[in-house]
């Protein structure tokens, strides 16, 4: 029985998966450049090829364009997305031809551009490039890493799938209890010839096993235990980046599952792989490779034992060894690798579980078989992955379950250490060399083992820490002289297999070892790479689906050739890096498969870009050019997540490093009673939105009233001596308003820590009498201490001067320009320090600039807005000098920044949820001071902290959320956000609207996770978009779950996640688990329930706690949930949801004690349901004082 797909596997296995081919082309420096070749069809149309995905601010930025020789010099533009130019220079000189129909390949260089934004570049008359970003490295990069997490979750097994975009269902469950057979004998000659002789025999005596679950390893559904544990150990290494993110976490947890499974402790025995992939040759039985399905279709077979496709339902597990025997060490290696990398993970966080996890890799580790070894065992045929190397994976082993056992204090860290330099030794000496892909893992094993080497202070071992990073330079120094030889500065080999994989493997080395070694040596190179795998290629495709404008639409694969688009929009494999160009003569002879054509037409639009040996063909048969693997992808992961975070050092993810405490400065603007306020030591915009401050008359005032360690604001006002403190930097109430009763009208208002107790009071000092008069708290009565203090003239300073933690007196004289500061409070002491500073006409500051616990001197100079900052107490040059405000206005200084590096959990338990000076109720009780309803909002509403919502009325949405929260982080809390934008939104009800297309909708949440940019924030994803389903076609429900899944994946760092679940009476809690689990919920941090409804938090957290019984129940973790309380006080009626009577306003935005994470205020209270119940004519989302008020009041 023969079929296109058995042919494809074994040309796969052989030629796509040669260690011996890929080991060679690469090490050539400069070789692979072959003569240029005639494309079957050439077209005379120049394009320009560039990074789709976009350019770090700070880094080169080229592009090629493919035309004519003729067009060196060419004048070109880089167009902004508001039409204007933002930089231009000319094309330079061609760096060779590609083909006959475009004979010169030239650079544009635009690396003057570093404004962040979206760009194209034109070259009038000529050509326009597709659009591009120019950004953070991280806003760039970490996306790009998260985006390929989805092709893990589509390449998961067993009951425990996650639908995603191409609505993936359950699949092999029977691997549950699968049956052991002997290895059996192949048919033909040839190491990839998969073809069975005869039939298959079950090991006698061997019980079923569990082999449930698993990733799929490539565009087939074979297990391997060899290719999972490189993965899992890329993806491992990925978190341990700096960029970690749940929905990873989650695959490599799926992954070590299934690792462990294979694993089998009692016996010693390490099964390789689950599934045969031939038939055998009478033509009894096929094997994987021979039928194109739907991995379900597999549970569907009926087939009697050994007949047909009874075993693509059966699936064999073949054993790497026998009981007692001992493992092949390349298996041996990166398995207890995997394992060891497991327990660094968890090492701080769950310590028996790491220690688990480290006595499986070691006891995996020393089954290895050093001596004597004979044939490697990756795969069954072996051709499918023929690894030669294997003493790469023992240092790979050693060393990682070194830095484990170092994590754990475990006492075999430092033999660990020892063997990993030994086998590091031995491969060096060996002499095979690669650059990082599936059958070299050198490019792991050798940096983290200088810095395992390093951190133990070890000498004596069989290498240095330097001889390490010696061969990882040798590697790269390699691929970067065969960069510059190529046209489009690709370092990879495009004339064989693997291309991508290659590519992606040496942006991980270059990141790993600029990172370990604190240099930027690799990094334009790696930038280099990472733009020809983005598009800067001849071809102008980029290599990971999903990632860039243009890439593969027809993927060899069969979930999403018989599942998913092929337009390259809505359910695409997103995530799935390809293989790649290949050389031309590989394409020879292909033919149609059993695939759904693709692309429809049949036709190849790359044809004319063929050249150099060299061809991609976006076609669902040429495996050669667009399947993808668990290999390719993880190397690909790793390395745009190191580029994305620049960290690759060893151990747990650290903790968020602590803001630096200290002061920064802002200003009072007379004309407007407005404060604006920095939080750096630079010109730039306001990082506080605006605020007004008094009215004309008033002096402003900063301090931290409430110790929490952030300054808050207030001023005072000199008729009637009144003192008004508020803790947030926001418009408002105070909350303290007194009369100074010791003052007069002509005091001067001060501000200090007077008694140490980390709270600041209110002082005055009185030019009449030279006399400071203070109280240790911000109450009415008499002065507690009057120091005198100056001269009339003087300008009076506070600060601790001497970093005691208590705060004293200083003053400044004009006439002389001197500050005379006075490290004791009280007494008659002479100051202790003199300095001369500024210039005459500057207004004089305190404060501590460098956060070294001392305050010291600093100027405003009106001329200019200018800002002169000392951190020493000494005359000098200013250390810090910048434009800030505007001439006239009153210089302020203060802490406004709170310490938000942490969980929303830890920061909101501290300095809680977002007080946005935006919020419905605050703004309209600013605007009608005097209306009635006013007092009771202003009381009950105004000020609180509540949801933002984004949707499609939001304008550009990075722009809009990165402005919304970075107020919020400029405040110290954590901000609440709603992301309700999913196409169909609300089946057309009063909320109606969203995206215009399922892909429309995935650039929009991208843009959003962006604004966000993993900073501490919390999401509720799309509500009533799970529950509301009743209006959409099955097909229409799989692609609205695949864009939660989507969307939930896209968010990462510290910014938590929760779907919407709805609420206690609509969706049984059952049902909603099933969608939950359909929409990838186990990739988000949690759900929200009772969202804009009523039901009491009693209630709501019983629906929940249901709905995670749903979630066990169907294999999948509880997870945390979190109430809307907006409105749920009185509770509320089954079906009346639309600004129902009765319903009362619930408590405050919190961290909540039991049940519960949180509860929100995540409907805005006051704000209309829509056009329906007790008001009408009035659209949902906006603000009636008649609500609110009735809401207070519960009628």
Request: hydrophobic fraction near 40%; charge should be negative.
């Amino acid at each position: 029985m023969t079929s296109v797909i058995d042919r494809w596997t074994c040309m796969r296995s052989f030629l796509a998966r040669s260690a011996t081919a890929l080991a060679t082309a690469l090490m050539l420096s400069a070789g692979g450049l072959c003569a240029v070749a005639t494309p079957a069809a050439a077209a005379v149309t120049s394009y320009i090829r560039l990074n789709q995905v976009g350019y770090p601010a700070d880094q080169p930025k080229i592009a090629y364009l493919m035309g004519t020789t003729a067009q060196a010099g060419a004048t070109f533009s880089v167009i902004a997305a508001d039409g204007s130019t933002a930089g231009s220079g000319t094309v330079g000189a061609s760096r060779g031809g590609w083909n006959s129909g475009y004979t010169a390949v030239l650079p544009i260089d635009f690396s003057a551009v570093t404004t962040p934004g979206t760009y194209t570049i034109r070259i009038a008359g000529v050509t326009t490039s597709p659009s591009f970003a120019v950004r953070a490295r991280a806003d760039l990069y970490a996306p790009v890493a998260g985006t390929m997490t989805q092709f893990f979750q589509t390449q998961r097994d067993g009951a425990d799938v996650i639908p995603g975009l191409l609505g993936r269902r359950p699949s092999h469950l029977d691997d549950a209890s699968a049956t052991v057979y002997q290895v059996p004998a192949y048919a033909g000659t040839e190491d990839w010839d998969d073809t069975i002789d005869g039939g298959l025999t079950p090991i006698s005596g061997v019980p079923p096993v569990d082999v449930a679950g698993g990733w799929f390893d490539a565009g087939d559904y074979l297990k391997f235990t060899h290719t999972t544990a490189y993965a899992a150990g890329a993806l491992l290494l990925a978190q341990r980046s700096g960029s970690a993110d749940t929905a990873r976490a989650a695959e490599i947890e799926h992954a070590m599952q299934w690792l462990g499974k294979m694993w089998d402790e009692d016996t010693g025995v390490l099964y390789a792989q689950v599934g045969i992939g031939g038939g055998n040759s009478d033509g009894d039985f096929v094997g994987d490779h021979w039928v194109w399905r739907q991995p379900q279709a597999d549970d569907a077979v009926t087939d009697p034992p050994g007949t047909g496709k009874y075993y693509l339902r059966h699936r064999p597990v073949l054993r790497a060894n026998a009981p007692g025997a001992p493992l092949s060490p390349n298996l041996a290696g990166r398995v207890a690798a995997a394992f060891a990398l497991s327990a660094q993970t968890h090492a701080a966080t769950d310590p028996a579980r790491a220690r688990a996890d480290l006595d499986t890799a070691a006891a995996i580790y020393a089954k290895a078989q050093t001596t004597g070894v004979g044939e490697l065992v990756t795969s069954f045929p072996k051709g499918y992955y023929p690894e030669s190397t294997w003493r790469d994976d023992m240092a790979f082993g050693a060393t990682e379950l070194a830095l484990a056992g170092r994590a754990l204090g475990d006492g075999r860290a430092g033999g660990w250490l020892t063997q990993g330099a030994s086998w590091a030794r031995a491969y060096l000496d060996a002499g095979a060399r690669d650059t990082l892909n599936l059958y070299d893992v050198s490019g792991l094993a050798l940096t983290d083992l200088s810095t395992a080497i390093t951190a133990a202070g070890a000498t004596g071992l069989a290498v240095t820490a330097d001889q390490l990073l010696a061969d990882q330079r040798a590697q790269l120094d390699a691929a970067v002289s065969r960069a510059e030889a190529d046209r489009f500065r690709a370092a990879a080999d495009y004339t064989t297999f693997d291309a991508t994989s290659h590519a992606l493997g040496l942006i991980a080395q270059a990141a790993r070892y600029d990172a370990i070694t604190g240099t930027a040596r690799y990094a334009q190179f790696a930038q280099a790479q990472a733009s020809w795998v983005l598009g800067g290629n001849p071809w102008g495709v980029s290599l990971i689906i999903g990632a860039g404008t243009t890439f593969a639409k027809c993927p060899h694969h069969q979930v999403a050739n018989l599942g998913g688009s092929t337009t390259g929009s809505g359910a695409i494999l997103a995530g799935a890096a390809v293989n790649g160009p290949n050389g031309e003569a590989v394409f020879d002879g292909l033919e149609p498969g059993d695939t759904t054509p693709c692309p429809a037409g049949g036709a190849d639009p790359y044809a004319a870009f063929t050249g150099n040996g060299a061809r991609f063909m976006d076609d669902a048969d040429a495996w050669m050019s667009v399947e993808p693997a668990i290999d390719f992808t993880s190397t690909g992961l790793l390395a745009f997540a190191l580029l994305g975070a620049g960290s690759s050092g060893p151990g747990p993810e650290p903790e968020p490093e602590p803001v630096i405490k200290r002061d920064t400065i802002g200003v009072y603007r007379p004309s407007n009673s407005t404060a604006y306020l920095r939080n750096k030591l630079e010109g730039g915009a306001s990082d506080i939105p605006g605020f007004v401050v008094g009215a004309p008359g008033d002096v402003p005032l900063a301090g931290d009233w409430d110790g929490d360690g952030v300054d808050g604001i207030g001023y005072w006002r000199p008729s009637t001596r009144q003192f008004w403190l508020r803790n947030s930097l926001s418009v408002g109430d105070p909350d303290r308003f007194y009369t100074a009763a010791w003052a007069t009208t002509s005091d001067i208002p001060l501000v200090g820590d007077w008694d140490g107790d980390g709270d600041d009071s209110v002082a005055t000092w009185r030019p009449g009498d030279q006399t400071v008069r203070i109280r240790y708290d911000n109450t009415s009565g008499a002065a507690e201490v009057g120091v005198k203090f100056g001269s009339a003239g003087d300008t009076i300073l506070v600060g601790d001067w001497d970093g005691d933690g208590y705060d004293s007196l200083g003053y400044y004289r004009p006439s002389t320009r001197e500050f005379k500061l006075r490290n004791q409070l009280t007494g008659t002491a002479a100051p202790e320090t003199v300095v001369v500073y500024g210039s005459t006409g500057d207004k004089p500051l305190a404060g501590d600039w460098n956060g070294d616990g001392k305050d010291t001197v600093g100027v405003f100079r009106p001329t200019g807005h200018q800002w002169h900052l000392r951190d020493t107490n000494t005359s000098g040059t200013a250390d810090h000098s910048f434009s800030y405000g505007q001439d006239t206005d009153r210089p302020l200084v203060g802490d406004w920044l709170a310490d938000t590096a942490g969980t929303p959990a830890q920061v909101a338990a501290v300095n809680g949820f977002y007080a946005d000076p935006q919020f419905h109720p605050t703004q309209w009780v600013n605007a009608n001071p005097g209306d009635p309803r006013a007092a009771a909002i202003r009381t009950a509403m105004a000020g609180k902290a509540g949801a933002a919502w984004f949707g499609n009325w939001s304008g550009d949405i990075r722009t809009a959320v990165d402005a919304y929260v970075s107020g919020a982080a400029a405040a110290g809390q954590v901000p609440i956000l709603v992301a309700y934008n999913v196409p169909g939104r609300d089946c057309g009800g009063e909320s109606s609207g969203g995206a215009g297309s399922p892909a429309a909708y995935r650039q929009w949440i991208s843009d959003f996770a962006a604004g966000v940019a993993g900073r501490t924030a919390i999401v509720i994803v799309e509500p009533d978009a799970v529950a509301l389903i009743d209006c959409l076609t099955e097909a229409e429900r799989t692609t609205r779950f695949g864009l939660i899944a989507y969307a939930i994946n896209a968010f990462s760092g510290r910014t938590w996640a929760y779907v919407d679940g709805g609420n206690a009476s609509w969706v049984d809690a059952d049902t909603m688990a099933a969608r939950l689990v359909q929409a990838g919920v186990a990739g988000a941090r949690g759900f929200a329930v009772n969202v804009s409804n009523f039901f009491t938090t009693a209630e709501s957290s019983a629906y929940a706690d249901a709905v995670n019984a749903g979630l066990a129940a169907r294999g999948q973790r509880a997870l945390p949930y979190v109430v809307d309380t907006s409105r749920n006080a009185n509770g509320g009626t089954a079906g009346d949801w639309c600004n129902p009577e009765g319903v009362k306003l619930g408590v405050t935005s919190r961290v909540s004690t039991t049940g519960p994470e949180f509860l929100l205020w995540i409907k805005v209270p006051g704000d209309s349901d829509g056009d329906c119940g007790r008001l009408e004519d009035l659209p949902a989302g906006t603000f009636s004082p008649d609500l609110a008020t009735w809401l207070i009041s519960g009628t």
